[in-house]
């Protein structure tokens, strides 16, 4: 498999240092995708035969763009002449999160798949903002629209609730921001003021570049939109989600519920309607976790509450689920070269 890189910011590096390490799961089921294109802000660096991951980000680290490596790079080269030029059969599209317009995402997403080329992005604007459109033009031009990473990170939240929501589910409770979880564990377990602890989650590359992104909702007011659009079936606008985020929580309500055992929280939910907003949580849930975890509750008719909990932001976490978008890519190629194989000899398979 050939691959397009759209975007080499935290997660497009920790998935090229995932890559490099033999023990990834391309590498050990001898899958081992080719990058041909890899396109930052200065411009790209691109190569049939292959770019060499180590030496793109040694070129990165020194020079701040991959466009100033030698031979292969190439300033101003724009994201949408590669897609549409460079031979490939994957495009990643890895940019930052735009909550108003989802550009220059969707647009990137649009050309890709109008050039015949499945998708995986981790951008929260495309599959928030123009979900149907999409995967309607995915299945026109017979290729894939994947974006596991965009909720959950490492933690295939999508997945568990589509599958769930085929029972009759009655309430969806979550906790899909890292960061304003982390900066809430922070300030109550260290006292540490949001300043602080923000600087804190962007050291370790869990905030959007935009962090009020995080603070005031928005990043886990797109996360919802995606989960009730793509795994409940529940057409829902990001502008129809009630929104308060923790930029007025102080120290002195985080104390005032550590008193009665609860922990406040930036919580999704949707019942009758869909909100975010702190909320008090028993600190003995299995929902209320703490740090940069992620956790989603479902009850359901028949099987009480059913919750998952897992890493939910950071580069490598990130890059695992685009790893498995590849993996899951890669084992429909498989199946449909093998149903084409079993057609052609004439066997019926029942
Ligand atoms: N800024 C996001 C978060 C990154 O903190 O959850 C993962 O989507």
Redesign the pocket.
Known sequence: MRLILIGFGNVGKALLRSLIDKRNPLNRLGLRPRIVAVLDRGGGAVDPDGLDPAELLRTDEREGTVAAAPEVGQFGLSPLTAIKEVEAEIVLELTTTNPDTGEPGISHVEAALRNGRHVIT?N?GPPALAMRTLQNLAELNNVEFRFS???G?GTPILEFVKQIAKVDILSLKAI???????ILTQMYDFEASIEEALKK?QRLG???KD?S??IYGI??AL?LTIISNYALDQEIALNEIHVTGINDVTLEEVRRYKRKGQKLKLVCSIDKEATVSPQPIEASQPICVDG?L?SVQLETRYTGKVTLIGP???GYP?ASAIINDLLALEGKEQGAKRVLTTEMAGIRVN
Do not use: F, H, I, R
Request: negative net charge; aromatic residues 6%; hydrophobic residues 20%.
């Open positions: 981790t929260k990473g965009t909720v990170g899909l921001n890292g960061t304003t979880n982390y989650a869990y905030a959007e962090p992104l995080d990043d886990s996360k940069s992620n939910g932001a950071g990130t």
